[in-house]
């Protein structure tokens, strides 16, 4: 977020941020000036206006807190995001146009840490593959529990592919050229930014729907790599009943086209702003249009 704020008010200085794995460091800022200090702790907060005084030379300190996760901030950024994360290359890379990458994020959630982070359903990892033709791979987190065993028997042949290093299943995600991404933002940010996905396979579930977070945006509608796929709500909780389901249910979804997501934000919109007609709900609003 640093860098955007940089990239629109390009006086800002930057501080108190390391990520040695990619070379960042900005180094705190000890001075003493009596500023205002403006703190981002939501994921919606007033971008423009917040650039505009930063521009404006105002003496303000911004403080950002989370990870301010919404497509409206960072869409127009894709190259300084590549920039800031380059490829080492040194890490693992990963698999070819013949292959399906599927990312598994399961080890502290799998128990129900997040309500808004799940697992997808295995019927969904069946359906493209088929769909696509191609051979699947699953890199990730590969905790031995009935999730996992149930994935290795529904895909005798496929390999599963667990590193010690998480930034070798990042660059191996990056790297690849057909993607589905997990409930992650480390598995989302590794597929956004690649270079050589052709393909990335969505599915909108968890922090991803709009319908469980309006105020999370992580849907870059207008990329043509993706394809979207609706899902129900949910809150996840790590329940056996819904681990069951996710093992062996239906796992209701379908594909979604990025003109009615375009809808769907803009039933969001008008909810934040309060400009809903009287009785008409959030769910409501958004099922009219998906």
């Not at 502290?108 to 799940?118: E, K, R, S, V, W």
């Not at 699953?138 to 667990?162: C, K, M, Q, S």
């Not at 105020?215 to 129900?232: A, E, G, K, M, N």
Request: net charge neutral; hydrophobic share 40%.
């Amino acid at each position: 977020m640093g860098r955007v704020l940089q990239a629109h008010a390009p006086d800002v200085i930057l501080a108190g941020c390391k990520l040695p794995e990619w070379g960042v460091d900005h180094p705190e800022i000890s001075d003493k000036l009596d500023r205002e200090r403006v703190i981002v702790a939501d994921h919606v907060f007033p971008f423009r206006q917040l650039t505009e005084r930063l521009r404006s030379g105002a003496g303000i300190d911004v403080c950002v807190s989370n990870l301010s996760t919404r497509m409206e901030y960072y869409a127009n950024h894709l190259a300084l995001a590549r920039e800031i994360f380059p490829i080492d290359p040194n890490l693992r890379i990963g698999y070819g146009p013949e292959h399906i990458v599927f990312n598994l994020r399961i080890g502290d959630i799998y128990g129900g840490l997040h309500p808004n982070y799940t697992v997808l359903p295995i019927r969904f990892y069946i359906f493209l593959s088929r769909k696509t033709g191609l051979k699947p791979v699953f890199i990730g987190e590969l905790d031995d529990n009935d999730y996992t065993r149930a994935l290795r028997i529904a895909f005798p042949e496929a390999p599963f592919v667990h590193n010690e290093n998480p930034l070798d299943d990042f660059n191996m995600v990056r790297t690849s050229a057909v993607v589905v991404p997990s409930v992650s933002t480390f598995c989302w940010l590794a597929a956004w930014l690649s270079s050589t996905a052709r393909q990335i396979h969505f599915p909108i579930i968890g922090m991803y729907n709009p319908n469980d977070r309006p105020d999370i945006d992580l849907l870059p509608v207008q990329d043509q790599r993706y394809t979207f796929y609706s899902f129900p709500r949910e809150r996840w909780e790590g329940r056996q009943d819904q681990i069951y389901r996710k093992i062996a249910g239906e796992g209701f979804f379908e594909p979604i086209q990025a003109p009615r997501l375009y809808k769907c934000r803009a039933t969001i919109r008008a909810w934040r702003e309060g400009r809903l007609p009287s009785g008409l709900s959030v769910w409501r609003g958004l099922r009219s249009s998906l």
